[in-house]
């Protein structure tokens, strides 16, 4: 599976962007995605995730409300819409892939996009 992350960009406190993360390849082997993010000096996180089904879905507590994740499954697009975006949310971004069927923040990704930068100024 080959994941294309895209929509990144810089943004004012409040404000909205939608990432997409395009699939293509192998996948019809592929349970979920899930986006992360990664700031400056800080470990990795799980941010949302989506089965490609649409029957499973996650979402951190830290974006709860104010990002939504959603599919489009003839596109083999999975995407992330982020409002009320703080300066806290600056990271990049990361979808990745799992085959694995279960919790959405807890399964193994073993396949990642490029990632793709969202600063949030104050």
């Known amino acids: 599976v080959q994941l294309q992350a895209s929509g990144g960009g810089l943004v004012q406190a409040g404000g909205s962007l939608r990432l997409s993360c395009a699939a293509s390849?192998?996948?019809?082997?592929?349970?979920?995605i899930g986006w992360f993010r990664q700031a400056p000096g800080k470990e990795r996180e799980f941010v949302a995730g989506i089965s490609w089904s649409g029957v499973r879905s996650d979402t951190a507590d830290s974006v709860k409300g104010r990002f939504t994740i959603s599919r489009d499954i003839a596109k083999n697009t999975v995407y992330l819409q982020m409002n009320s975006l703080k300066p806290e949310d600056t990271a990049v971004y990361y979808c990745?892939?799992?085959?694995?069927?279960?919790?959405?923040?807890?399964?193994?990704?073993?396949?990642w996009g490029q990632g793709t930068l969202v600063t949030v100024s104050s």
């Open positions: 990745a892939s799992t085959v694995v069927s279960g919790p959405l923040k807890l399964s193994r990704y073993d396949y």
């Open positions: 390849g192998r996948t019809f082997g592929s349970y979920a």
